[in-house]
């Protein structure tokens, strides 16, 4: 047996160890070519979805890194490329596919959104509502995992969870009462493009989103001028924002337990603003700090469950005043035990993970907010605001003062 298939197949058995996996051959026109699937003729539609294909296909022309296609943030499979000797030039010769998996909510709405997408009739509905009561639901880091070793399997290259493509397949909107903009998702229109950049910055967690400050409040400019006198259907749009937000976050690699706790917490802050410029602000933040955040869980998917609980909770207390030996009694290490492996992992000391941290969320309240520094050096739990200037600086080379003059975009 050829190395790559014995890898394969051990990757699939110690896979199915842990949960249900099934696998698929697909050519390069995405036709199944075989599959342990008990359901394949419902699955591999799926993959026809003309989104899906003509993304993929995209794909293959510059890239041989595997892929993560997920149908509206639910329903997800792995994608890895395939070149026999000699055919690099040609395109992929096979893809390997691993899942579906769910990545998201499992819920009866979206089901009914695919059942509809795939024009199953009641027997196939039947039939695939049975088969999705064995799909398991794997987390954001075990889904990346998955990916670079099944590309590992299949090409022997190790890569890195940055060269991962991710592709989200839109599920169609339910049809909703009352008037309806039927330009929304007409590129010409722009509101259908700065939603998917949007989107996909944090997903990816670059932080230049911040640049589109002036026009992710309410995902397109022009509305936002028509709700400058509204305050409850600007609290609407940015609830609705805040999910969506949220759920590019989880596909981006931040944990479901984080993204919508902070959920629950920025509903509570929606519904307590008093204006309009308080949620103008407030969409900055949540907007800034989810990305953020997924910038952060991405440089420590590598690491073990344990460490990455340690930066999660660090990341998500900015305002406490977090201990080593604190961090010890939630992971279950010793003080030092705890002090070396969180070094080898992460790279940098556990202290000084906590300041960067601080410093990080500092720097999205200076940039999107009105409160003073001494008062943000406070809600952080630092000494003093010198103190807080001080290590301001060493993180990001600028005084708080003129980090807030060079980059406030309110």
């Known amino acids: 047996m050829p190395e790559k298939e014995r890898l394969l197949e051990t990757f699939l058995i110690l896979k ?40 993929v296909k995209e794909h293959m022309k510059v890239s041989r890194m595997p892929m993560i296609c997920s149908a509206g943030t639910m329903l997800s499979w792995i994608l890895a490329f395939e070149d026999e000797d000699g ?58 995992q998955d990916a670079l070793m099944l590309h590992y399997c299949v090409r022997q290259e190790k890569i890195k969870i940055k060269n991962i493509k ?21 590129d010409s229109s722009g509101y259908w493009k700065v939603e998917q950049i949007l989107l996909d910055k944090v997903r990816n967690g670059d932080m230049s989103v911040s640049s589109f400050a002036d026009r992710v409040s309410l995902i397109a400019p022009d509305q936002y001028k028509s709700y400058s006198n509204n305050q409850e259907k600007y609290k609407l749009s940015l609830n609705v924002l805040l999910t969506l937000i949220s759920r590019a976050a989880v596909e981006g690699g931040l944990s479901r337990k984080t993204a919508f706790s902070l959920v629950t917490d920025y509903r509570e802050k929606i519904s307590n603003c008093k204006n309009i410029n308080e949620l103008h602000a407030l969409s900055l933040n949540i907007m800034t700090d989810y990305t953020q955040r997924v910038h952060r869980a991405k440089e420590t998917l590598h690491c073990s469950t344990k460490i990455r609980l ?42 000084d993970y906590i300041q960067k941290s601080k410093v990080e969320y500092a720097r999205t309240l200076l940039e999107t907010s009105e409160e003073e520094i001494e008062k943000i050096s406070g809600e952080l739990g630092f000494e003093s605001s010198s103190y807080f200037s001080r290590m301001f600086r060493k993180w990001t080379g600028e005084s708080p003062t003129d980090y807030r003059a060079r980059h406030r975009i309110i």
């Open 16 to 55: 199915n160890c842990c949960y249900l996996m099934w696998s698929w051959e697909l050519d390069n026109e995405l036709q199944v070519k075989k599959t342990d699937c008990p359901d394949a003729d419902l699955y591999q539609k799926l993959f026809q979805l003309q989104e899906c294909r003509d993304a």
């Open 87 to 144: 055919e690099k030039e040609k395109g992929a010769n096979k893809i390997i596919v691993i899942g579906p998996f769910f990545s998201g909510y499992k819920d009866e709405e979206n089901c009914r959104v695919i059942f509809q997408m795939l024009k199953l009739d009641d027997e196939e509905q039947r039939r695939m509502e049975r088969t999705m009561r064995r799909i398991p639901m794997v987390t954001s880091s075990s889904m990346m």
């Open 166 to 186: 991710m592709c989200n397949i839109r599920l169609p909107h339910k049809k909703l009462r009352g008037r309806v903009r039927t330009d929304q998702f007409d």
């Open 310 to 351: 340690c930066c999660e909770y660090i990341d998500t207390h900015p305002d406490e005043k977090i201990t080593l030996q604190m961090l010890a009694d939630k992971s279950g290490y010793a003080v030092s035990h705890l002090s070396r492996k969180f070094k080898a992992e992460v790279g940098c000391r556990v202290m």
